[in-house]
Every structure is written in C-alpha cells, then in structure tokens.
C-alpha cells in the first residue's frame, strides 16, 4: 500500500457502476472528514502510457477525497493498493465484476444488530452522533434504528436471510 496524490489518479471507463450519486459522494465527504482520512485503500494499477493510475475499486472514496483536497491538503492523498496491470481482453472485466458485484453492502438488519451493539455499550446517543461516530449517513442510521423497533424474532428472521427485511 501506498498514499498516492489524488490528482495522479484516473477513473476506469470500464467501471461497471455506471452512476454514483451525488448524495452518495456527499455521505463519503462526510465520513472521511469526520474520521481524518480514507480507512480503506482503493484499488490501483500504473498505467505507463497515460502515466497515471487507474481505478479498480474506490471511485467513490476517490471522488469524496478529490473534493475534500480542494478544501483541506491533508486530504491530498489517498491510501492505495497498487496492483498489476490487468491483461487485455476479459482478465479486466473479470477484475471489474469480481470487486464491483461480488461485494455487498451490510443489510439493513446487518447494520441494526452493529448499532444495536453500540448503542448497548456507549448508552443513548442522538442519531447524528451516530452518523458522525459511523460515517454512515443519518438516514442509514435511521432506517436501522426503525428496523431495531421490530419484534426480535422479526429481526432475527431478517438477519438470518429467512424473512426479506423489506416485507
């Protein structure tokens, strides 16, 4: 892993997310500001001919930072996991699904017992303090805490992939 500028940095055109929201950059600026940098690395490979780096995986976070290092230069850079260039014809592709549609994100029910937890151990907390300690956005933590207002044996149907938590 390295910190690479931000600005050296290309989208992939081959990204199969063909759109994110500027809400969902906003939620990141958010989060990434709140915890002092980017947790998780984004994925990278050196192109030699444009001589910058590609995007496998992180435009999202790619994106939140590049807006952030606008306004703050400690957010100039951004952790990397630098890979070899994928192989011409499929092996880019396969690359491409394998972390944009093999990933999940948590269920709501997933993200209620993690909340559920924390709010056990540090006690009654506003819903944007929440937010802030989470980095997720305040209607992600409303959604899971009106979830948590379920009966129990519901909860635990939808956690366990027994009951559709959208029912």
């Not at 809400?23 to 600026?29: C, F, K, M, P």
């Not at 300690?133 to 209607?139: A, D, E």
């Amino acid at each position: 892993m390295q910190y690479i500028d931000v600005n050296d940095i290309e989208p992939n055109p081959n990204n199969p997310r063909e759109k994110i929201s500027r809400s969902e950059i906003a939620d990141l600026v958010y989060s990434i500001r709140s915890v002092g940098g980017v947790l998780v690395p984004i994925v990278v490979y050196y192109d030699e001919k444009r001589k910058k780096y590609r995007l496998l995986d992180g435009e999202r976070r790619w994106r939140a930072s590049k807006e952030l290092a606008k306004q703050d230069e400690r957010f100039k850079k951004i952790p990397a996991n630098i890979i070899n260039k994928p192989l011409k014809g499929t092996e880019h592709l396969e690359v491409m699904i394998n972390i944009h549609y093999k990933r999940k994100q948590w269920s709501t029910a997933a993200t209620a017992k993690a909340l559920g937890s924390l709010i056990k151990k540090i006690g009654e907390i506003s819903i944007s303090e929440l937010s802030r300690r989470t980095g997720l956005s305040t209607s992600r933590v409303k959604e899971a805490l009106l979830f948590l207002r379920m009966p129990e044996d519901i909860q635990e149907k939808c956690y366990n992939g027994d009951l559709d938590e959208y029912y």
